[in-house]
């Protein structure tokens, strides 16, 4: 490759550097997007995150088709990164200028800030500003926090294998479709790119699953165990329908390798919603049952999590190209099947483990509200009421 335009890499080892800076920079975002979606899961009444779970699955499958196109139609692959950048800014603007504050700590120094700034009076006082966290201290929180956790629980250990594999699976199937479906089906690329769309569909069809099913029988269980907090085991029921289809649909992808590119094509549908099913189960899982440290325990799982999906393409064309595709196929099915009992397990012996966990309490207290964390310190001494 010879570069036409100085911001575009112009060689391959350039292209390798600019993408690991990419890959740090998503990790990066998906470190600090987890303690934003555990507020969002805190305080969003309907516990419905299933809308932004999808995007995980949608993003691999559109990716493709339109550079699948793109090479199809000629274009340069320069415009690639061009659209990306423009997608990334665009984000990026949505980000900083529509996505408000929500962390009641820092909302409580804003306030103290504009009492300050309307009556002159230097008492006005947020907790936070109170605390004097070391460089030191806060760079250990962030950074080693997630893997204490990780390393003391077995329990998410277990989870975060179990959740690596699906995750990897899914960044497997974009190098095993072309060797499937352009190599073995004859299928240009744009073409062999429209395969992957059954991946959202698949997605689309577990949000239904959850929205009908799942969800509702979560809030009669709030119901039910009102008012102390439902068991996370609940969130794990989504999985017992999940975990199995995973398996079913590596081995039906191996034996129906022969037939038609339809039957194909409609058979993949299954993975994605088998698989978007325990991500969805055991992220909420993650989040009830550690509380307190959900952000670096969701932290922790993330990370292992990316580097799955980054390894597992590296291999996955070798793969199926030494093993042949049915035969690949069946192996990672025989994978998921030896994982499969994970969510069955932890919906059996979750609460013990819990109750030996230093970081999950078998009952979690409350999670505090802004209007029930720390108050103001007026000139008074005394506290001052949240407002509405």
Same mark, same amino acid.
């Given at each position: 490759?010879?570069?036409?335009? +100085?911001?575009?890499?112009?060689?391959?080892?350039?292209?390798?550097?600019?993408?690991?800076?990419?890959?740090?920079?998503?990790?990066?975002?998906?470190?600090?997007?987890?303690?934003?979606?555990?507020?969002?899961?805190?305080?969003?009444? %309907?516990?419905?995150?299933?809308?932004?779970?999808?995007?995980?699955?949608?993003? #691999?499958?559109?990716? #493709?088709?339109?550079?699948?196109?793109?090479?199809?139609?000629?274009?340069?692959?320069?415009?690639?990164?061009?659209?990306?950048?423009?997608?990334?800014?665009?984000?990026?603007?949505?980000?900083?200028?529509?996505?408000?504050?929500?962390?009641?700590?820092?909302?409580?120094?804003?306030?103290?800030?504009?009492?300050?700034? %309307?009556?002159?009076?230097?008492?006005?006082?947020?907790?936070?500003?109170?605390?004097?966290?070391?460089?030191?201290?806060?760079? $250990?929180?962030?950074?080693?926090?997630?893997?204490?956790?990780?390393?003391?629980?077995?329990? /998410?250990?277990?989870?975060?294998?179990?959740?690596?594999?699906?995750?990897?699976?899914?960044?497997?199937?974009?190098?095993?479709?072309?060797?499937?479906?352009?190599?073995?089906?004859?299928?240009?690329?744009?073409?062999?790119?429209?395969?992957?769309?059954?991946?959202?569909?698949?997605?689309?069809?577990?949000?239904?699953?959850?929205?009908?099913?799942?969800?509702?029988?979560?809030?009669?269980?709030?119901?039910?165990?009102?008012?102390?907090?439902? +068991? +996370?085991?609940?969130?794990?029921?989504?999985?017992?329908?999940?975990?199995?289809?995973?398996?079913?649909?590596?081995?039906?992808?191996?034996?129906? /390798?022969?037939?038609?590119?339809?039957?194909?094509?409609?058979?993949?549908?299954?993975?994605?919603?088998?698989?978007?099913? +325990?991500?969805?189960?055991?992220?909420?899982?993650?989040?009830?049952?550690?509380?307190?440290?959900?952000?670096?325990?969701?932290?922790?799982?993330?990370?292992?999590?990316?580097?799955?999906?980054?390894?597992?393409?590296?291999?996955?064309?070798?793969?199926?190209?030494?093993?042949?595709?049915?035969?690949?196929?069946?192996?990672?099915?025989?994978?998921? /099947?030896?994982?499969?009992?994970?969510?069955?397990?932890?919906?059996?012996?979750?609460?013990?483990?819990?109750?030996?966990? $230093?970081?999950?309490?078998?009952?979690?207290?409350?999670?505090?509200?802004?209007?029930?964390?720390?108050?103001?310190?007026?000139?008074?001494?005394?506290?001052?009421?949240?407002?509405?």
């Amino acid at each position: 490759m010879s570069g036409e335009h +100085p911001s575009i890499p112009p060689d391959n080892a350039s292209t390798v550097n600019d993408v690991f800076i990419e890959g740090s920079r998503a990790e990066k975002q998906s470190g600090s997007a987890t303690p934003i979606k555990e507020q969002i899961l805190v305080t969003w009444e %309907e516990n419905d995150p299933e809308n932004p779970q999808l995007a995980p699955f949608a993003g #691999p499958a559109i990716g #493709p088709t339109i550079s699948g196109y793109l090479q199809v139609s000629g274009v340069s692959w320069r415009w690639i990164f061009w659209l990306l950048a423009i997608f990334a800014g665009v984000c990026f603007l949505l980000i900083v200028f529509t996505l408000p504050e929500t962390y009641g700590p820092v909302l409580l120094v804003k306030k103290a800030k504009r009492l300050r700034n %309307e009556t002159g009076d230097s008492r006005y006082v947020a907790p936070l500003e109170l605390t004097n966290v070391s460089f030191t201290q806060r760079l $250990k929180n962030i950074l080693l926090k997630p893997f204490v956790v990780l390393i003391r629980e077995p329990m /998410l250990i277990a989870i975060t294998a179990y959740m690596s594999f699906i995750y990897g699976n899914i960044y497997l199937l974009l190098q095993a479709y072309p060797v499937v479906f352009t190599q073995g089906h004859h299928l240009n690329t744009g073409v062999s790119g429209l395969m992957l769309l059954n991946l959202p569909v698949g997605g689309v069809i577990a949000v239904f699953i959850y929205i009908l099913w799942v969800n509702p029988r979560y809030e009669r269980a709030i119901q039910k165990h009102a008012p102390q907090p439902v +068991p +996370p085991e609940i969130r794990l029921e989504m999985t017992l329908i999940g975990a199995p289809l995973f398996v079913i649909a590596f081995f039906w992808f191996g034996v129906c /390798l022969g037939v038609s590119v339809f039957f194909i094509f409609v058979r993949p549908s299954l993975p994605s919603s088998s698989s978007y099913d +325990p991500s969805l189960s055991l992220i909420n899982y993650i989040v009830d049952a550690y509380l307190f440290v959900a952000a670096s325990a969701l932290a922790a799982n993330t990370f292992v999590r990316s580097i799955a999906g980054a390894v597992f393409p590296l291999f996955a064309t070798q793969m199926y190209e030494a093993l042949n595709p049915r035969w690949a196929s069946t192996l990672l099915g025989l994978i998921a /099947l030896v994982m499969m009992p994970i969510p069955f397990v932890l919906i059996k012996f979750g609460p013990r483990l819990r109750r030996n966990s $230093k970081y999950a309490p078998s009952k979690p207290k409350e999670v505090p509200t802004l209007s029930e964390a720390p108050t103001l310190t007026s000139p008074s001494g005394e506290n001052m009421p949240q407002e509405k």
